[in-house]
């Protein structure tokens, strides 16, 4: 109860969050730039993306990424400490990771060993690492990268989110992990996706 005289409490701000992102290919780009672009301005959360890229190649996409959205990209470094309201990547070939105290461990892959592995690296980090403040999201791609870290997101207790499937008849990376292990929290569009990030982060209203 709010002392007489006292001012009433405010709303407080959302608290911070950690969103991690895995797509493949060019529509898996598509995904990623739709979802960033729908993200609540500003954006109480830390955001991680991972997308499959030729690990030999020179890449653009932090300029992509920085067009399509309003958050600041970063190709992050090793022991970086995340802040809020920025979206991290990796160069192709080391593959960002989330370490303890909200710091960035990037896997070192010279060899290509990690291959079609590097979404799971990310999701298992962040649940060992985010407690429960924590949304994994599976976009487009090929394969089965990001369905066993997403059910180790699950597990740690925090929030899952997948990409529709788009009924072409075959399994990709969002059809492998609706069908992998256990619920899924959010099945929709990127759009879609992105309102319930923003419906997860909001506090909710206060009562009299």
Not at 194 to 200: M, V
Request: proline residues 8%.
């Amino acid at each position: 109860m709010t002392p007489a005289g006292a001012h009433a409490p405010v709303n407080p701000q959302p608290f911070p969050y950690f969103i991690a992102i895995g797509a493949s290919g060019s529509d898996g780009l598509d995904d990623i730039k739709a979802l960033l672009a729908g993200l609540p301005n500003p954006l109480a959360a830390m955001v991680l993306v991972v997308l499959h890229r030729p690990w030999d190649r020179l890449s653009h996409l932090r300029d992509i990424l920085a067009r399509a959205s309003h958050l600041q990209v970063v190709i992050a470094e090793d022991g970086d400490r995340l802040q809020l309201g920025t979206c991290y990547i990796g160069e192709p070939a080391e593959h960002l990771t989330l370490a303890a105290r909200s710091r960035v461990h990037l896997l070192d892959d010279p060899s290509n060993s990690y291959r079609n592995r590097t979404i799971d690296a990310l999701f298992r980090s962040v649940a060992a690492h985010a407690g429960s403040r924590m949304v994994g999201v599976v976009l487009s791609g090929s394969l089965d990268d990001g369905s066993r870290g997403l059910a180790a997101i699950k597990a740690a207790g925090g929030t899952t989110m997948v990409l529709t499937a788009h009924g072409s008849g075959g399994r990709g990376m969002p059809e492998n992990a609706m069908n992998y292990d256990g619920p899924i929290d959010k099945i929709g569009t990127p759009e879609q996706i992105a309102e319930e990030i923003g419906r997860l982060l909001t506090p909710p209203a206060i009562q009299p």
